[in-house]
C-alpha cells in the first residue's frame, strides 16, 4: 500500500475510512472494540468476519508487539455488527501520537458511536488481585504526550475537547449490571473492581519509585496504552467502556520482576471471564 508521509491527517483518516468501507460490504458496524495483550481471542469468535491486515490499509503503521495480530474483524457478534481491532498501536513503538490514534479516528468516521477498549494493567490498588477485570472510570496522562497537540481539524472535533465523561457512566452501570451474568471457569460470578488508570509511555516497567508515586496520585492500576485512544474518542464524541485486565500486583515495595510473557499468561487465564462480560456488553448496549 503507498504511503504519502506529507498527505494531511485529516486526508489520511478519510483515505484510510473509505479503503475500509469498500471492504464492508452489507456491515454497517457501530460498535467497535480494541483488544489487548493476550485478549484478542475474542476476534477469532466473530461470526462470517472479513479481515483486514493493518498493513494493507492507506497511512496504517504496523503492530510489533507478541500476542497483537494487527488487523481489524469485521463481522456479527451476539446479532451486531462489529468492528474489532485484533492488535493496537503502542506510543512506545515509536510511531508519533497521532499515528498510534488513527484507528479511533477512522472507526468514528466509519461511524462507530460505541467503543469498547481493554488492555492489560498492574494492579496497584491492594485490594486488587491478578486475574481481575477492572473498569475504568476515569485516568491519569502520565505519557508525557497527547495527540491532539498541534494543528486542530475542526471536521475531527473541537480544539478543546471536554473530558469529564471520557468513560461513560452509564456504560459503567450497564457492565457492573451484567457482571452478575458471567460466569468464570470456576463457576463463579464476575466481580468487576473501579479504578483510575494510569498511563504511561513504556516500554519499561515502572520503577519502585514510580509505582509509589502513581498510586499517591490515585492510580488504581497502569499500563502503556489505552489513554491515546480514549483522548481521541472524547475528541470524535464516542461513548467508550474501557476494561483492564489486571495481570500482575505493581506495588512500589513488593514488586517482583515481571516480563510480558507472564502478562499475557495470566490475561489468558481471565480471557473466559473477560470474553463473557464482552459479549454480554454488546448484546445489551444501545448503540
Known sequence: MTQHANTPYGMQVKEAAEYIQSKLGA????????????????????????????????????????????????????GKDVMIMQGRFHYYEGYAMRKVVLPVYVMAKLGIGTLVITNAGGGMNRSFKAGDLML???????????????????ELG??????????DPEYIVLAQKLAAGVKGVDGE????????????????????AELKMLALLGGDAVGMSTVPEVIVASHSKLRVLGITCITDMAIGDELEPLTHEQVVKVANLTKPKFIGLVRAFVREVQA
Open 27 to 78: 456491515y454497517a458496524p457501530k460498535i467497535g472494540l480494541i483488544l489487548g495483550s493476550g485478549l484478542g481471542d475474542l476476534g477469532d469468535q466473530i461470526e462470517d468476519a472479513i479481515y483486514l491486515p493493518y498493513g494493507e490499509i492507506p497511512h496504517f503503521p504496523r503492530s510489533t508487539v507478541e500476542g497483537h495480530a494487527g488487523r481489524f474483524v469485521i463481522g456479527k457478534l451476539e
Open 136 to 154: 475504568i472510570t476515569d485516568h491519569l496522562n502520565m505519557t508525557g504526550d497527547n495527540p491532539l497537540i498541534g494543528p486542530n481539524d475542526p
Open 158 to 167: 473541537v480544539r478543546f475537547p471536554d473530558m469529564s465523561r471520557a468513560y
Open 189 to 208: 460470578a464476575l466481580v468487576l473492581q473501579e479504578g483510575v488508570y494510569a498511563g504511561i509511555s513504556g516500554p519499561t516497567y515502572e520503577t519502585p
